[in-house]
DNA sequence: GCCTGAATTATACGCGTGTATAATTGAAGG
DNA sequence: CCTTCAATTATACACGCGTATAATTCAGGC
């Protein structure tokens, strides 16, 4: 047996499968959102996860699969968090409506890294079916979760589905232009556009308010 | 000298430096478009617009200076016939709107290609300075642009300013999810949609009808 | 009618990539 | 305690990339 002090050889460390997988899916996360799809080279994310790249291999099979997992958490992570307050907002469909646009543009979904992530995956889900396909299921999921909320509001003049495109719409045109041009916009001003064009969209009292009850 | 059948080198043709630089960029925006930022390579750019990679070379410097003239290009195919819609509108401003509006959303520029081509882009402007730049610019006069249409609208209940960004993140999300998604959508909805949303953005009467108004 | 110089092509180099395969490690079962 | 097998690392390979530089071709000035 060769000493440790002589032998180069990276120190074997076992770990489960689930944590290498979440490892490996987060560093390509990471690269991508900091130098776009190039940077997330296999050595590269191996490195970044602590790894060789011929794990990725043993776990993913190539690189294709590791991209497309990757995919499926970031959308994940964008969509969640949505549902999940207006989930939290209660019964109120006003409120429950204000809660999901809060949380659709909230400063943390709208650092300019994730907006990067997104556009960085755009062009591979126009060649890649199965990208594609997660895609549209991330996207129609959260279009069907605006409509229903619209739905269940007590008056609304227009068809459920032309105000939920257009609500949508709107949520991704800010999304995009707040994560782009941070410095665009003063501090909580793309949120309260958002109310207040969706209070005009929907025929709906103000909703400015409604944001500002998070004191200290 | 060796006679043409014996010689396989590529025949010497010339051609105006306008015309060189056109077609390189050109060849540059259609390989984005098709296989993604990774497509464009120089031999690949130079194979389609029929040139040696050396050319790109002499008339670009390198590949930053290609892709920024090529980004270049793409904004100004983007956000020019906008504003040469209001213009031809005439004087009405209600009409001009509706015809900006109109051109924003255009099947032409609804084209996945387009979108594609656009977020291939998005994570290079966040760390090429001279990306930036020129989003940056593209990206406000339209705003502006649009802003000045609204300013010049009879009635207006919300500041210019607030409606400008809201109705200009409208366009990008229609945009957006039309050009990915376009068999979500039936002919015509989403410049319907953009054209019933604005009206109740702002206050306006209907505004559908004034784009149909080209018949045969 | 040559001669200069820009436009264009051709060739070569070094590097980093994704993939494949072999070598090692360690834990679990008998 | 030894064997077995999955988890992990190491090494090699072939390819395409961007860049650099040298060799060619053509047009216009003298």
């Keep these: 047996m060769i000493p440790a002090a002589l032998s180069d050889r990276r120190p074997y460390l076992r770990d489960s499968e689930d944590a290498r997988r979440a490892a490996l899916v987060a560093a390509v996360l990471d690269l991508v959102a900091e130098g776009g799809v190039d940077a997330a080279t296999l050595r ?34 964008m969509v969640d968090p949505c549902l999940a307050a207006a989930d939290a907002a209660g019964v109120d469909p006003v409120a429950r409506l204000a809660a999901f646009l809060a949380a659709a543009l909230d400063p943390a979904a709208l650092d300019g890294r994730t907006v990067t992530l997104w556009a960085a995956y755009i062009h591979r889900t126009r060649h890649d079916p199965a990208l594609r396909a997660a895609h549209e299921a991330g996207y129609l999921a959260f279009r069907d979760a605006l409509e229903a909320l619209i739905a269940a509001l007590p008056a609304c003049h227009l068809p459920p589905r032309v105000a939920a495109i257009a609500l949508n719409a709107l949520l991704d045109g800010l999304w995009l232009e707040g994560g782009l041009l941070p410095q665009g916009f003063v501090p909580g001003e793309v949120q309260r556009i958002a109310l207040t064009a969706a209070a005009r969209l929907l025929d709906l009292p103000e909703l400015t308010e409604l944001s500002e009850t998070e004191g200290p």
Excluded: N, Q
């Design 44 to 77: 590269a994310v191996a490195a970044r996860a602590g790894v060789t790249p011929g794990l990725i291999r043993h776990y993913f099979g190539d690189k294709d699969g590791l991209m497309r997992a990757a995919y499926g958490r970031m959308m994940a992570a």
